[in-house]
């Protein structure tokens, strides 16, 4: 890609203010990047990354691009695409730092959970073009605040990121955070949304995915009970559904990822005074 406008914009590190009504910032693979654009009196920008497109909130008098980066990407400069809303292109460049996620063993008595059988790996490739599609929603939604709640109560038992090895088989990173809590405790939705998928999936178990608008999803694993039904309007706070242990667990837990521009992010960085450990 030609850059033809390289903007350094300096972004902030963690540990700068939370700015009010937007996530927290952490230009890290798995992180958030912030990118103040014109003021709010001109068009909607138009902003896509890494070909995918990019939530636009209104924030301090201006348009503001809110970047989920992929835990797969390379720490340096990266491009970000910006069409002004009347027409014209521009390329910015955004720097991502680098970061380093622990390692985490688990042990599972279920063998087919870490070496699935030719059944299961059919189901599981069925399974991963529903939920990678669930991920690529895009609804132009407008989005003041981005405020989260946290979906259920509970010791945080896993925290995002972690580089994830099953009976010492290395398996992808840990794409959400893992709150402990009892069987049938009730999970509420963390922010607005819009139900666009449900099922029961091998790894995931019994699942829920909301779309909160402009490419924000939330999914939810390993329920017991699924109170929502597709196309169902949530609001905060809203119950819908119940802790279990459905899928590739040890134990009951919800597993919470939330997901930006198709990039699954760190949750932590959507409520605010929390802080995620080795931040
Ligand atoms: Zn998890």
């Known amino acids: 890609m030609r850059i033809n406008l390289c903007a350094l914009f300096g972004l902030l590190l963690g540990g700068a203010a939370h700015a009010q009504g937007l996530p ?34 209104r924030h301090n008098g201006r348009w503001e691009a809110v970047i989920g980066l992929p835990l797969t990407l390379t720490p340096g400069p990266q491009t970000v695409a910006v069409n002004t809303g009347r027409g014209a292109n521009r390329d910015y460049s955004i720097t991502v730092q680098a970061k380093e996620y622990a390692a985490q063993h688990i042990t599972l008595k279920n063998k087919r959970m870490v070496e699935p059988n030719a059944e299961d790996l059919a189901r599981i490739t069925r399974e991963q073009e529903i939920i990678r599609r669930a991920f690529a929603t895009w609804t132009d939604e407008p989005l003041s ?25 290395p398996r992808q990173p840990h ?53 929502v039904t597709r196309g169902m309007h949530v609001k905060p706070g809203q119950k819908i559904g119940e802790v279990g242990k459905t899928g590739r667990v040890t134990g009951p837990h919800l597993h919470w990822t939330v997901s930006l521009n198709d990039s699954r992010v760190d949750p932590m960085l959507f409520l605010p005074g929390k802080k995620p450990r080795n931040e």
């Open 24 to 57: 927290r910032e952490n230009p890290v693979p798995g992180g958030i990047a912030l990118l103040p654009l014109a003021p709010d009196s001109e068009p909607v920008p138009v902003v896509h990354f890494d070909g995918h497109r990019v939530m636009v909130a």
């Open 145 to 169: 605040s981005l405020s989260f709640r946290m979906p259920a109560r509970g010791r945080i038992s896993s925290v995002f990121g972690l580089r994830r090895f099953f009976n010492n088989e």
């Open 175 to 227: 794409s959400g955070i893992d709150i402990a809590a009892p069987l049938g405790a009730p999970i509420v939705a963390p922010f607005a949304g819009t139900v666009i998928e449900i099922g029961e999936y091998f790894f995931n178990g019994k699942t829920i995915f909301i779309d909160h608008g402009q490419g924000l999803i939330s999914m939810f694993n390993h329920l017991s009970r699924i109170l």
